[in-house]
């Protein structure tokens, strides 16, 4: 598989992808099984890195699928166990508790500590005392006769006088607007949870009409109460920090972009996906481990003999050459160490532009940001003589207080015989230099 590339699949996605470098599966439907959700999510993360698996899913999710286990053609003991199964995916959906243990636990395996990785145990889930709340959706499934579905349910809870409620005179009925306290998301939630409980059934055969079943007796009667969990609106969610990898901040992310770009190009002339050089773990110690011999490198996993016979050395000049510069483990941003190291690598400005699809001025910036830190040095990014580079510094040193950071004045001085992103690189270098001599003294 190629860096970067999404991959959008129907459900046969689960027997057709074999390859180690997935680290994204996102499901926008609900899968019919947890077998089906295991194997299709556990496409991702095949090389032992850090992966992510996603999951939308909504009330008419299951609703859909049980109408279709109630429409097809299979037996009635097919169909039981299907929707066991339907029922168990749900109920994984809906989970309070660590995902891993219930996923293991389905497959008769126990896991005695939560995982520690997944949504519910990085964020715990909030739960709410619905039996009151519960007890108002399930009268009101009864008043109305245990023959409509979720929308017309929800117009009555929330005492809309739609002409389909006053055709039928709900209106009238005692659940016709106790449910203002809340909204209509809300109640969709109460909704497919009461379902994910078995305190509520869909009846297949009347269009998606949701019924009583004899659970949830004991709720209406008010003998057991009832806990559901609470949904975030979107608008209030926060954003969560990423797992953290192996390429932590103090990686030297300069070496991890020149590594993979090395890969890319042998891919690229050799016409294979770049995880057939090696897989991003194998890089990872390469990164980790800075080996100087091949004896070194054949030590780390995923390096064979014919593959250090291959691209040995190849990738031991570039960590030669990434692991003497100065401060290597810089925390340049990502696109900066991108840009690094494919300068680092021969690119040519303008050939950088044009792989990464970007401006010779944002190159620049890129290149003097890195100067700024003393990752690199001027010379090999200004091919224009000493004598001209003192003279461009000491026209920057001139400049009054108050337009110190600004270059067209320098521009102009020179009639524009230098461009916008040469005046910027020796300015970073100039910057550098005097923050050194600063700490020196």
């Not at 008769?108 to 709340?133: F, H, K, S, Y």
Request: charged content about 25%.
């Amino acid at each position: 598989m190629q860096e970067g590339v999404i991959i959008v699949a129907t459900i046969a996605f689960g027997m057709g992808i074999d390859k180690p470098n997935v680290r994204f599966v996102a499901h926008l439907d609900l899968p019919k099984s947890v077998e089906a959700y295991y194997q299709e999510t556990g496409r991702a993360g095949r090389d032992g890195l850090p992966a992510n698996a996603w999951m939308a899913y909504g009330l008419q999710d299951v609703i859909t699928l049980r109408q279709m286990l109630g429409s097809s053609n299979a037996d009635e003991v097919h169909k039981r166990l299907e929707l066991h199964k339907l029922d168990a995916m749900l109920a994984l959906c809906e989970q309070v508790h660590c995902r891993r243990q219930s996923l293991l636990s389905y497959f008769g395996d126990v896991l005695e500590q939560p995982c520690g990785n997944c949504d519910i145990c990085l964020e715990p889930v909030d739960t709410w005392d619905a039996t009151i709340v519960a007890q108002q959706a399930l009268s009101c499934i009864y008043r109305t006769g245990q023959r409509f579905g979720v929308g017309h349910l929800l117009d009555v809870l929330l005492g809309k006088t739609t002409e389909r409620v006053q055709h039928l005179g709900h209106q009238q009925l005692s659940t016709f607007g106790i449910g203002k306290d809340l909204d209509e998301q809300q109640w969709r939630s109460v909704f497919r949870q009461l379902i994910a409980r078995g305190l509520v059934a869909v009846d297949l055969e009347g269009f998606g009409a949701l019924r009583l079943t004899q659970e949830c007796r004991p709720i209406l009667r008010g003998e057991q109460q009832l806990r559901l969990r609470k949904d975030l609106h979107a608008e209030k969610q926060e954003a969560k920090p990423k797992v953290k990898t192996r390429l932590g901040a103090n990686a030297d992310k300069v070496l991890w972009e020149a590594l993979r770009e090395k890969r890319k190009q042998l891919a690229e002339i050799q016409d294979v996906p770049p995880y057939q050089i090696f897989h991003d773990a194998t890089l990872m110690l390469m990164m980790e481990a800075k080996p100087t011999t091949l004896a070194q490198l054949s030590r780390l996993s995923g390096i064979g003999t014919k593959k250090l016979d291959m691209y040995g050395e190849q990738f031991l000049q570039v960590i030669a050459e990434f692991t003497t510069l100065p401060h290597s483990s810089i925390g340049l941003k990502d696109t900066i160490a991108e840009t690094v190291a494919l300068f680092r690598l021969g690119y040519t400005v303008d050939q950088i532009a044009r792989q990464r699809q970007l401006k010779l001025d944002t190159i620049y910036v890129h290149l003097s940001e890195a100067l700024a830190e003393g990752s690199l040095d001027l010379q090999e990014v200004v091919n224009i003589p000493h004598t001209e580079i003192v003279a461009i510094e000491a026209e920057l040193l001139n400049l009054p207080d108050a337009a110190k950071n600004a270059l067209k004045p320098v521009f102009e001085s020179f009639a524009g015989a230098y461009s916008y992103g040469i005046l910027r690189c020796i300015r970073a270098n100039l910057w550098f230099k005097q923050k050194a001599s600063t700490r020196k003294t």
